[in-house]
């Protein structure tokens, strides 16, 4: 019978243990009501983890359960990133809408490159074919909008709650490098077990950064990231965000 390796073991059972606390942590706070997509995204990502504590690797059941949870795995992806635009934006609805607006029309045009393979009959023999031909785009295109709201909030002195530059900056480390690391894999499996043990390593250490970073407090103190180079030009830029937004909000009722 297969087995992950002894470090995949250890560091299977420290983000189990981790995802726990998180989760619980999260839920005596009250933040799994203000941060829904993630708890939800937490507790999808915690019934992955325990697939292979119950079901063996080499098993049909492992493959069946394995592409159900990635499933809901990028599905919750999906709707972090849309509840993330939804909080950042939260001051600036025009701007906001908009921007959810290019995120679902971007997804479902992933979605549909995806089913060109198929229709040119390179279809995929095994049901975890199928899973890769979709995932891919649609990683792409939640990994191009999350290094967007970064590159934003770099530049525009916008005052956010420190838990959620705490949500944000965890989701952008443990994202970018599971997309890359699944561009990696694409390339052939010479180094997949490396490529599997530094994934669960940053993704652990994303657990325990929220575990210990989010907190009920984090709700009332407000931070700014934006434009640090020149604190001076705050108002400025500040102010050009908002005529934006009204001529955004101004254009949507017409």
Not at 145 to 165: Q, T
Not at 218 to 239: F, Y
């Amino acid at each position: 019978m297969r087995q992950l390796p002894i470090e995949q073991q250890i560091l299977l059972v420290a983000q189990i243990a981790a995802l726990v606390a998180l989760s619980a942590r999260m839920s005596w706070d009250g933040l799994n009501k203000i941060y829904v997509y993630f708890f939800g995204y937490l507790v999808v990502e915690l019934l992955q983890l325990l697939v292979p504590v119950f079901v063996p690797l080499d098993s049909r059941l492992y493959r069946d359960a394995y592409v159900v949870t990635q499933a809901l795995v990028i599905c919750f992806s999906t709707l972090v990133v849309l509840e993330l635009y939804s909080i950042v934006l939260r001051g600036l609805p025009g701007i906001g809408n908009l921007s959810r607006r290019y995120i679902k029309a971007t997804l479902v045009l992933a979605v549909l490159i995806s089913l060109i393979p198929m229709s040119l009959e390179q279809t995929p023999n095994t049901v975890t074919g199928y899973l890769f031909i979709f995932q891919r785009p649609i990683m792409t295109s939640l990994l191009v909008f999350i290094l967007l709201i970064m590159a934003f909030l770099a530049y525009y002195p916008v005052p956010l709650g420190r838990n959620v530059l705490v949500y944000l900056s965890g989701y952008v480390v443990y994202f970018v490098t599971n997309a890359t690391t699944i561009f990696i894999r694409n390339l052939g499996h010479y180094w997949s077990r490396p490529i599997s043990d530094v994934q669960m390593l940053v993704y652990f250490t994303c657990l325990a950064f929220w575990l210990f970073a989010l907190s009920r407090s984090g709700e009332t103190k407000r931070m700014v990231v934006g434009h640090q180079w020149d604190p001076s030009d705050e108002g400025r830029l500040l102010a050009q965000l908002e005529a934006i937004n009204a001529s955004l909000l101004r254009s949507g009722k017409k």
